[in-house]
């Protein structure tokens, strides 16, 4: 284990604990994600940024379970002590990092980003936290992410669907 992950994991501060937990929960996590979703919609008032965010989400999601079948990476639970029971599947990438760096990129030029961006980093830094993930599959996940990014852009363009406003690319 890496002396960051081994330094995160390392930190016991119970509020961020249970926070950890919560955002570990999957059912929990789907139900941020769908309300950062409502949020996109209700403060940009863009159904193709919402649609576009829905599509890069889903993609990234998609590509990080693969990747997890591809690489078999184990993690880093079943090596160290964890704040949580070993999840069964892989560890790299990481899909929650995956997910929420993805709605981050998919606001790129709107007031939503910085938000969700911090958001992105508030549920990278549980994973590591609670001792499930290591540095590396988090960014294994934003490279998840980034490339769901693009591909949705091109995708998007592809099939002369109409980019939402302030789309920036990479």
């Not at 997910?99 to 549920?123: D, E, H, I, N, Q």
Request: with cysteine; net charge positive.
């Amino acid at each position: 284990m890496d002396i960051f992950t081994s330094s995160i994991s390392g930190l016991s501060f119970f509020p961020l604990t249970m926070l950890s937990i919560l955002i570990n929960d999957a059912f929990f996590f789907t139900l941020l994600m769908l309300c950062a979703f409502l949020l996109v919609h209700s403060r940009i008032n863009d159904r193709r940024r919402l649609l576009f965010s829905i599509f890069v989400v889903l993609l990234s999601t998609f590509a990080a379970i693969s990747a997890k079948e591809a690489a078999k990476e184990p993690r880093v639970c079943l090596l160290f002590a964890s704040k949580i029971p070993c999840p069964q599947d892989f560890a790299l990438p990481s899909t929650h990092a995956a997910a929420s760096f993805a709605l981050a990129l998919s606001l790129l030029g709107t007031s939503l980003f910085f938000p969700a961006l911090f958001f992105a980093l508030v549920v990278s830094f549980s994973r590591i936290y609670i001792g499930v993930h290591s540095i590396g599959d988090v960014s294994g996940g934003l490279a998840i992410a980034l490339i769901a990014y693009y591909s949705a852009l091109v995708l998007w363009h592809a099939f002369s669907i109409k980019k939402p406003e302030n789309t920036v690319a990479l």
